[in-house]
Structure formats: structure tokens, C-alpha cells
């Protein structure tokens, strides 16, 4: 069944396009980052809580291969006829699945207690990926979740998972220190970037997040030359997290983490973009 109307959905005039050979190279390249981190984790980290309500770090790195081994099990699945959900509407529809995912997140990492079953499970996981995208078409349309996508589309929003649950990681375990690739990282900082243009539409403020997107939101007189009056800036993963709700935008001006200035650069009542 199709995802509910998203109330935020807007004409777009320019869609942002991904190469999707770099993209799938991401996606792999993000989750053997994950993968090398977190097996040599011993059973008192893997209790260790997260800032994800009550799941700990094995729920964590169990709900990691359960978000990239979606891709292949949608496509193993029947290609639905036509899709249903762009790309820059997937960052407001995964809310409404949120609660299915949780607990399928928690009954996955009950049956794979200890970290010889994990590794088998992203031994596998990884295996499975790799055979199915070695001849899967990006134009090959998958029954996720959240409404029927493109495959190039929804490698898309797999570098937001991946991304988002290395940083979720890092912060769990102290010195852990996983690494980001560069596309992945650009990659997911352009889709949420975007996802905010589209929420709110116009061109009086410029949202800069160097060295990957610049984007320009909210309604009100535009900016056509010289300095803009109106100008957020912030690095990527302080970007990630304002629009994951990992980070509040009151506290991370607090912290000196973003700058904004002009009377339309206040992103408060837009963020998060994912709840």
C-alpha cells in the first residue's frame, strides 16, 4: 500500500542527481567502515546505551544490517508496477514506519545475542549485497517500506542510514571512531540538504554546508546578488544531526556549532526534517 500523502511535498524545479555507481561504491564502502568497527566489540560495549530511547549498541548494530539488507530483500521481491515515492519525500515518510522498524530491529538483535552470530549476519548481509548489485539495474524499481522507489533512489537514502548510525555509534562508544567515506557522507548531507529546500521553498535564506550542498529555503524577498542577508552555516555532521533531531537547533547555536544570521536564518521550527 502506498504511504499517506506527505503534507510537506512540493514542486521541485531542480531535482539534485546522484552517480549511481559512486553511490552503490558508498553504500559498501559505509558498511564495511561499520562492519570493521564493531565486530572486535566486547559484551560490555555492546550493552553500552545509545541516544536511540532505550536501544543499546548491539540493537544499534543489528538495525545496521537489517537497513542495508533491505535492499536485497526487496529485490528479491516482485518489481511493483510503476514508483511511488521521490526521493526528496523519503526523508518525511519514514516516521509513519518508525514503530515497525523498532521492533523488528529488536527481535533481529534477540536472535543474534553475541558477536559470533553478528558476524555471521553481516558476513551474510554484506555477501548478499554485493551479489545483488553486481547485476541489479538502478532503474529497477523495489516495495520498500515507506512507497515503492528506485533502486538508484533508494541506495540514496541508505548512505542517510548508514551515515547517520555511524555517528549514532560514535557517540555510543567512547573512542570507536568509525570513518565516514566522503561520498556517503556528501551524499547524505545533499539529500537532507535538499529535503529542507523542499519543506520549506524560497530563496531568502542560504543554508551553506561545506564543502557539500548549498541550498536556498524559506519564503521572502530573494537573493539575486553579493552577500546574502540571511545565511545558516554549519558543518556536515552537525547538519546530520539538526535534521535527524540528534542535535537541537537552540542548543547547537549555543555551542558556537552553527552560525545564522538575519531575521529569516532561525531553521528552529523546520528541523528535524526525520523525527
Not at 6 to 20: K, Q
Not at 187 to 210: M, Q, Y
Amino acid at each position: 500500500m502506498p504511504p499517506a500523502k506527505n503534507p510537506n511535498a512540493r514542486t521541485r524545479t531542480r531535482t539534485r542527481t546522484y552517480d549511481p555507481v559512486k553511490t552503490r561504491t558508498a553504500v559498501l564502502t559505509q558498511y564495511a567502515n561499520i562492519r570493521t568497527a564493531v565486530l572486535p566489540l566486547t559484551p560490555d560495549r555492546l550493552a553500552l546505551p545509545t541516544r536511540l530511547g532505550d536501544w543499546t549498541v548491539r540493537d544499534l548494530v543489528a538495525h545496521v544490517t537489517m537497513a542495508v539488507e533491505t535492499v536485497s530483500r526487496n529485490l528479491d521481491r516482485d518489481e511493483p508496477e510503476r514508483a511511488e515515492l521521490a526521493l526528496l519525500d523519503w526523508p518525511f515518510a519514514t516516521a509513519a514506519r518508525a514503530a515497525d522498524i523498532a521492533g523488528d530491529t529488536r527481535e533481529l538483535a534477540d536472535t543474534h545475542p553475541d558477536l559470533d552470530s553478528l558476524n555471521a549476519l553481516y558476513a551474510l548481509t554484506e555477501q548478499r549485497l554485493t551479489q545483488r548489485l553486481a547485476t541489479a539495474p538502478g532503474t529497477r524499481r523495489l516495495a520498500t517500506r515507506t512507497g515503492a522507489m528506485t533502486l538508484a533512489d533508494y541506495l540514496v537514502t541508505r548512505t542517510v542510514e548508514l551515515v547517520v548510525h555511524t555517528d549514532d555509534l560514535n557517540d555510543a562508544v567512547p573512542g570507536l571512531d568509525i570513518p565516514y567515506d566522503r561520498q556517503a557522507l556528501a551524499t547524505c548531507t545533499r539529500l537532507l540538504a535538499d529535503a529542507l529546500a523542499a519543506k520549506a521553498p524560497g530563496g531568502s535564506t542560504e543554508v551553506r554546508i561545506p564543502p557539500y550542498a548549498v541550498v536556498q529555503c524559506v519564503e521572502g524577498p530573494r537573493h539575486t546578488r553579493g552577500t546574502p542577508p540571511n545565511v545558516v552555516e554549519t558543518d556536515p555532521l552537525t547538519w546530520i544531526r539538526l535534521a535527524t533531531g540528534r542535535v537541537q537547533w537552540a542548543d547547537a547555536l549555543d555551542n558556537a556549532q552553527v552560525s545564522a544570521s538575519g531575521e529569516r536564518a532561525d531553521l528552529g521550527g523546520l528541523l528535524p526534517l526525520m523525527a
